[in-house]
């Protein structure tokens, strides 16, 4: 596409934080993603994202190549591992969406509300970032929400905080579903993670359980843990945590899997939703 002058000069116009919501999320304004990204410029990306642990860029005209390469200044992008292959050039791209050829869909995760959960939770080195640039978006619905996991532990109960401190918790995924189920046989992975994490950067707590893959917390009778999970997943799906992107052509949003925990809300069968994600690997939860 063809760079106006104006797209040129916002490179040098000022790179611009506002915030979201009262739970977390801010917009960068006064950025191109087209253009180069140099230290300067990733140190400023990298200080508003560990602040606001969600950021999002609008009206961004990004390829496949520009999407890769700006996930790769945070990191190397993690391949897909579900054998299925989105992209004949990066192994780091997987597309979301429920547009169908000849009946099969195009791209993972196609249809309706999804359930809360952190990316790749399941595996023992889970995405620390996960990028959606969106392409097509349905008129209403499929919004993607995000809750603050820093703030869900640090204002839970101190009884709780107690009874957590030091636990394990199973986190399995059964690529067939997008909520809960209650039988976890299927899952295709599975890996025992902290209930609370601390970030690597920010030093600070997280709680690291989410309602679709936290299956029991290691060591309680099954009931305990059933009950003490529930407790934490209503806890931390508050609306008061929580921040609901509703989508735009062009956006592109990057968020924190060590500290945010997302799901998604229903939309019609019969629009079309398509986004292109590329996650970044993270390290092994401590
Ligand atoms: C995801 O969980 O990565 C997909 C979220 C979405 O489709 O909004």
Redesign the pocket.
Known sequence: MERTAASQNRRFTSFTVRQLSPALGAEILGVDLRDPIDEALKQKFLYAWHQHLVILLRNQVLDEDTQVRFAETFGPPAKITSGRTFSVKHPSVML?SNIREDGKPIGA?PDGE?NF?T?QCHQEIPAKA?M?YAIEIPSRG???LFSNAYTAYETLPEDIKHRIAGLRALNAYDKDSTQRTANYDNAGSSYWHPVVRTHPATGRKALYVNRLMTREIEGLPREESDAILQELFDYQEQPKFVYEHV?RPGDILMWDNRCTL???TDFSADER?L?R?VTILGEKPV
């Open positions: 979301i995760l999804m959960h990316d996960s959606l499929g919004n993607t989508w997302h799901a998604r939703r986004l994600r």
